[in-house]
């Protein structure tokens, strides 16, 4: 069974319904970094800042560490990734570290229009507009020693 490592916002709604899609399309899917709540990021940076540390300081201290090593374990464990859009820096930070490490990175579009357009999006495996486009194009064989999309 492949696995997917779901990369997106703890903002956006989606992602488990997401999960449970590839789920149920027979891969396993890791996205409990999506567990805390929309609000985790903004509860560490306040927690931190009441401590007196910096962002720099934040990210070396022992939660940050361990959290980060915890999402990584998973990265670097599955056998590809997906990201869901609307996703923030941290997102498209793990699914480069994903290409980068030879394994295929998919973008899946959010719903709306979309605000801005970015020729970079081509480093992905597959830039797909629905779920189903999603599953066929991970499903298609490919050799991954290439990126670029097709």
């Known amino acids: 069974m492949k696995s997917i490592y779901l990369i997106g916002s703890l903002r956006n709604i989606q992602i488990p319904v997401i999960a449970n899609q590839l789920e149920d399309e027979g891969f396993e899917v890791f996205d409990s970094w999506y567990s805390p709540g929309p609000n985790a990021d903004t509860h560490w940076k306040e927690y931190e800042i009441t401590r007196g540390r910096t962002y720099v300081e934040a990210l070396r201290h022992h939660a ?24 923030g820096r941290s997102g498209f ?5 994903i290409i980068g490490s030879g394994k295929p990175g998919y973008i899946l579009l959010d719903n709306g ?23 066929a194009e991970i499903r298609k064989p490919r050799d991954f020693s290439t990126s670029r999309l097709t």
């Open 93 to 97: 930070l793990e699914l480069g570290y």
């Open 113 to 135: 229009e979309q605000d801005r357009w970015d020729v970079m999006l081509q480093f992905a495996t597959a830039v797909c507009e629905t779920m189903d486009e999603l599953v």
């Open 64 to 87: 940050a560490q361990h959290i980060f090593e915890f999402d990584k374990f998973h990265i670097d464990r599955c056998d590809m990734g997906v990201m869901v859009l609307p996703a």
